[in-house]
């Protein structure tokens, strides 16, 4: 049998390196104990097929950050792992006030190594040949127990903007405005507006338009209360779907023992 070498370049920038290198050998114990596989911790693989590249650098714009709000899309693609991505990514009650946000994977080895390790799985995974099937024909799926669990295939997974209950009420104050409001929401352009504030719905299904009593958006009194996103909430939810145990199933790891006994570079060409 051939050993494949995954190339792991640039781990020795990754935080907490003695939880995550350790975790990432557990991930893929099968194929290496078989011998089908091994990590090079050193990146100083030269003739390997199978490379992955931390980062820990990303240049933010306003498509992913907002003042202190800071929401990349993504942790990673394959062959590649954002580990500044998963370090800055938060939720801020005031995206204007860095005192009021918080990142999802705090700098702890059960947060921030515990998201790399799943990161770094489940791109790894794609390296070595799970690149089809699953929910939506890429390999990935909706349980939050596997390594290619992606959050908007979840079951409880709802976009902010309809995510009616994680939300919290908030009440009016002199001198605020609807536009205001979801200014320090984060609700402006690129993602949002002043009307989606307007239009939003709360837990009781109510939109706050119909919550106003006025019944302008330009006309609010203080004590009035509308509905907001519930961030705290939406923090913990990714938390508990994303930094938690994962694992491949036995069907994955065989298709991996496959593709690596073939020699399948990430294209899919034999060699």
């Known amino acids: 049998m051939v050993t494949r070498t995954l190339n792991l370049v640039e781990f020795r920038q990754v935080p907490f390196r003695e939880f995550v ?6 991930a893929f114990s ?22 992955l590249t931390f980062v820990v650098t990303h240049n933010w714009t306003p498509i992913d950050r907002d003042r202190h709000w800071y929401r990349p899309l993504t942790a990673g693609v394959t062959g590649r792992v954002d580990v ?3 370090r800055r990514r938060n939720f801020c009650t005031d995206v204007a006030d860095a005192a009021s946000c918080e990142a999802v994977a705090r700098e702890l080895p059960r947060e ?26 890429s ?24 995510d009616f209950r994680r939300t919290r009420r908030y ?14 929401i984060g609700f ?7 009307t989606a504030l307007y239009n939003f719905r709360g837990q009781d299904g109510r939109r706050n338009r119909d919550l106003l009593r006025s019944g302008n958006p330009n006309l609010i009194f203080p004590n009035e209360e509308i509905w907001v996103p519930d961030y705290v909430a939406r923090r913990a939810y990714f938390r508990e779907v994303e930094i938690c145990d994962k694992r491949f199933t036995p069907e994955q790891v065989a298709t991996m023992r ?14």
Do not use: C
Request: net charge negative.
């Open 258 to 271: 496959r593709f690596l006994a073939i020699g399948l570079p990430i294209d899919g060409i034999p060699i």
């Open 171 to 184: 009440r009016i104050r002199p001198g605020d405005s609807l536009s205001r409001i979801a200014d320090h």
């Open 84 to 86: 500044e991505k998963m």
């Open 30 to 51: 099968t194929l290496i104990a078989e011998g089908a596989l091994r990590l090079d911790f050193s990146g100083a693989s030269t003739d390997s097929l199978y490379q």
């Open 112 to 137: 921030l190594g515990q998201s790399i390790v799943y990161t770094a799985a489940h791109e790894a995974g794609h390296i070595l040949g799970l690149e089809s099937g699953g929910v939506d024909g």
């Open 139 to 162: 390999a990935h799926v909706g349980d939050a127990g596997n390594f290619m669990f992606i959050n908007s295939l979840h079951a409880d997974f709802v976009p902010l903007m309809d």
């Open 21 to 26: 290198g350790p975790r990432l050998e557990a």
């Open 188 to 194: 402006r352009p690129p993602l949002a507006n002043w």
